[in-house]
């Protein structure tokens, strides 16, 4: 593959919270990555801002460390990292203080884009964006960009989203969801919106249902306190899952632009039914013989916080009228499996008999592990035997079909990082956006407060709770396997 790199405008990006562990993990690593693929100019600038007191050749080695760790196959290039590293600099900076905040203007240049990332908790958001204007760091031309959560709840979302909106248009405002940057998820659009193929089929008179599962193997282990006052429904379904949910279900927007596609996934949100109780599954893992279960991970024998969500949804529009969307996450479950799949109706008449069974289209795109995506199509079984039918996946991987290349694939962190230098806020939520998705998952939650709900109890390595497998068996599907 010849590579495609464009390189972006020179910047100055500021990391609050540049010693933390987002930055330490996904942030640093992936714009080193960014710079050894050549998409970094000459006059781009880092600058990690945070609370602890470091001069610049201090947070160098931090993040040299951080890049030895999580940099990726030119890690070992020192003479790269060195590279990399004379662009990297560090402001003690107090976000909620005066400290740092006249010296981190000093080293911000004139005549390159100047973005601010939050990385930070949710909390210093606006004393962060109220300081960058009153310093006189940020213009109307500056990028501000902002982690999850975004609020817990409708009116919190709404409060946060109208003290950004005090210091910042929205064009300026890039609420992150890292899920909207894998390869998959816009692969996703040009599948549906490049081939002639899929979209006449993309409706309740096809589809027989869709599901989306995204499931980790991870515990809550060592976060959670902020777990425990989260919980499935607000760390992933009211984010991640409706994000591609959206994705999924919207109508094709006029052109590619950031308002075209946002606009049409804010339509479906809006037209999301609420969510019957009776259709709705919580868990919570429990311990086995070798770690403690979900309730002494968040060192509270009484939570009732949910490790996992399970739920079928209804859109209420022309496309979708009649088509569930079933929706599950959690944590501590079988493997780390994202996916959603697309079930389509049987054949309307069956010309083999009844012997050869009924069989049913599915395109699964996977989000991870191996990004890509699989369409189940059924075909004669070869070879003598009469007319057997056999379902056959036709397979695109992304690593298969880039070959070595598959390294080059931007992750989602070092893409998106990449559109807020372009001034590209398709794959960033907007802010109505967000207030939507609360609209719709608060009376959930404030159902389960009000019936004094319990989750129920699931074995670690398991698909979920029993119940959940039944919310689709009583409707005679069933969910897709998470392979071990
Ligand atoms: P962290 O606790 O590891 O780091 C917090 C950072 O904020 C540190 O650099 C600290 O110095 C800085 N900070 C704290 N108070 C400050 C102040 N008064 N002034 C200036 N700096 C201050 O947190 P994290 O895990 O890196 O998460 C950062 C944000 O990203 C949070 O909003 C979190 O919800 C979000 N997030 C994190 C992850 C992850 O994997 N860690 C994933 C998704 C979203």
Known sequence: ?????????????????????????????????????????????????????????????????????????H???????????????????????????????????????RAFYFSVAPSLFGALAERLRSFGLADDDSRVVVEKPFGKDLETAKKLNATLAEHFDETQIYRIDHYLGKETVQNLMAVRFGNMLFEPLWNAQYVDHIQITVAETVSVAGRGSYYDKSGAMRDMVQNHLMQLLCLIAMEPPARFSPDAVRDEKLKVIRALDPVDHHQIVRGQYDADDTQPGYRTHVDDLRSTTESFVALKCHISNWRWAGTPFYLRTGKMLRSRTSEIAVVFKDA??????????????????????????????????????????????????????????????????????????????????????????????????????RRGDVPKPYDPGSSGPEDALMLMHRDGRKWREIKS
């Not at 020192?78 to 990297?88: G, I, M, P, S």
């Not at 976000?95 to 905040?101: I, L, N, Q, R, V």
């Not at 199509?377 to 992304?398: A, N, Y």
């Not at 880039?402 to 230098?421: C, K």
């Open 348 to 449: 309307p008449h069956s010309i083999f008999g009844p012997e050869a069974g009924t069989h049913r289209n599915v395109l699964s795109i996977r989000l991870q592990p191996n990004e890509g995506m699989t369409l189940g199509v059924t075909i004669k079984e070869p070879g003598p035997g009469g007319m057997r039918l056999v379902d056959v996946p036709l397979d695109m991987s992304f690593a298969e079909a880039l070959g070595p290349d598959a390294e080059e694939v931007p992750d989602a962190y070092e893409r998106l990082i990449m559109d807020v230098i372009r001034g590209n806020q398709t794959l960033f939520m907007r802010g109505d956006e967000v207030e939507a998705a609360w609209a719709w998952t608060d009376p959930i939650i404030a159902g389960w407060k």
């Open 75 to 113: 890690r070992a290039d020192k003479a790269q990292v060195d590279a990399f590293l004379e662009r990297v600099g560090y402001e003690h900076v107090d976000a909620m203080g005066e400290t740092g905040w006249e010296t981190l203007k000093g080293r911000l240049r004139d005549g390159v884009i």
């Open 1 to 73: 593959m010849v590579s495609r790199v464009i390189p972006v405008d020179g910047f100055d990006l500021v990391i609050f919270g540049g010693t933390g562990d987002l930055a330490r993990r996904k942030i640093l690593p992936g714009l080193f990555r960014r710079f050894c693929a050549g998409q970094m100019p000459e006059d781009a600038r880092i600058i990690g801002a945070a609370r602890s007191e470091m001069d610049d050749a201090a947070f160098r080695d931090t993040v040299a460390e951080a890049i030895r760790e999580f940099g990726g196959a």
